[in-house]
């Protein structure tokens, strides 16, 4: 049986060493699109509409350049293979690390993307009700005693 990667009723923090004051959209690169650029534009367009492992599939499948043809015809199989090996969390994206937003999970897994400087950010992180669970994004790098 898959064990469910989703997060649910959490929200996941900027980095504590991010080094932005509100989000910023990653930029575009000639070769094409950045993992990071899919994640925000997919999330950005389509706030709370895909769980965690939806997005993964959806940024691996668009970063690769698999066409819509192949995903009709082998999704199954390109996202089997895709899992089979382990994913990082959203915790480790770019996107709160090093761009400035946090990643907002409701009761069912769906996602929603909102910047530092956003009152949303603030409401999460204040958590009043208690509802959520809060975790920061991964750290850019080792934490220096002192630092």
């Keep these: 049986m898959k064990?469910?990667?989703?997060?649910?009723?959490?929200?996941?923090?900027a980095a504590p060493d991010c080094p932005v004051d509100e989000g910023v959209i990653p930029p575009a690169k000639q070769g094409g699109p950045t993992k990071?650029?899919?994640?925000?534009?997919?999330?950005?367009?389509?706030?709370?509409?895909?769980?965690?492992?939806e997005?993964?599939?959806?940024?691996h499948v668009r970063h690769k350049g698999?066409?819509?043809?192949?995903?009709?015809?082998r999704g199954d199989e390109i996202r089997e293979a895709l899992f089979?090996?382990?994913?990082p969390c959203l915790r480790a994206s770019m996107l709160p690390k090093k761009y400035g937003w946090g990643l907002h999970?409701?009761?069912d897994g769906k996602i929603a993307l909102y910047g530092k400087e956003?009152?949303?950010?603030q409401r999460f992180l204040e958590n009043k009700d208690g509802s959520l669970k809060l975790l920061p994004?991964?750290?850019n790098g080792k934490a220096r005693p002192g630092v």
């Design 3 to 13: 064990k469910d990667m989703n997060y649910y009723s959490t929200f996941i923090t």
């Design 36 to 53: 990071p650029r899919i994640e925000y534009e997919l999330l950005s367009a389509h706030p709370y509409t895909f769980t965690q492992e």
């Design 55 to 59: 997005l993964i599939y959806e940024v």
């Design 66 to 73: 698999i066409s819509e043809e192949e995903r009709e015809s």
């Design 84 to 87: 089979q090996k382990p994913q």
């Design 105 to 107: 999970f409701d009761t």
């Design 118 to 121: 956003s009152p949303e950010y």
């Design 137 to 139: 994004a991964m750290r």
